[in-house]
């Protein structure tokens, strides 16, 4: 859709028109549609504005992702470490080792330092934890198949 805004030019703002494209542009191509309610703390983080922004960019939904993650880690009975800073809010979880915050159990009591980044395959946890991302991974792949079959029909 077009919306008309102030744009930032190397002169200063002028007004102009930007083309914007948002989730629901595409809802007038829909056979079917369905809005769901969800937590916005848990499952939305809009990307907007660029790097550095303090609304909606990037670091903001990096930031909120890892607070997100740093709640499951409690939740799983992690101790979290103390290395507050402004890029270490939280921890990052790749989605091979939790896609939902399942299967953290084996770091209960484990101190995670704020700003870690877990590894794929845990060290230390019981047996039955270090294959945890196999599922996941061929879930993952199986995605990109499926989304890559769809744009080789477009």
């Known amino acids: ?12 703002a002028v007004k102009g028109m930007k083309l914007e494209m948002f989730i629901f542009d595409v809802f007038s191509y829909a056979t079917k549609a369905c809005i769901v309610q969800v937590n916005r703390e848990e ?11 303090p609304i909606d960019s990037p670091d903001t939904a990096r930031e909120a992702l890892m607070l997100l993650h ?4 409690e939740k799983a009975g992690a101790q979290l470490g103390a290395k507050f800073g402004p890029q270490n809010v939280g ?9 939902a915050g399942e299967g953290l159990e084996g ?10 980044v877990l590894p794929l395959v845990p ?7 270090g294959k945890q991302g196999i599922p996941m991974l061929k879930a993952s792949i199986a995605l990109v198949i499926l989304l890559l079959a769809s744009r080789k029909g477009s």
């Open 1 to 12: 859709h077009i919306a008309n805004k102030m744009i930032d030019t190397v002169d200063g």
């Open 43 to 53: 499952e939305f983080a809009p990307v907007k504005n660029a790097f550095g922004s």
């Open 70 to 73: 740093k709640r499951w880690m």
């Open 91 to 99: 921890v990052e979880i790749p989605p091979l080792v939790s896609y």
């Open 107 to 116: 770091y209960r009591g484990k101190i995670v330092e704020i700003g870690a």
């Open 123 to 129: 060290k230390n946890l019981p047996k039955k934890q």
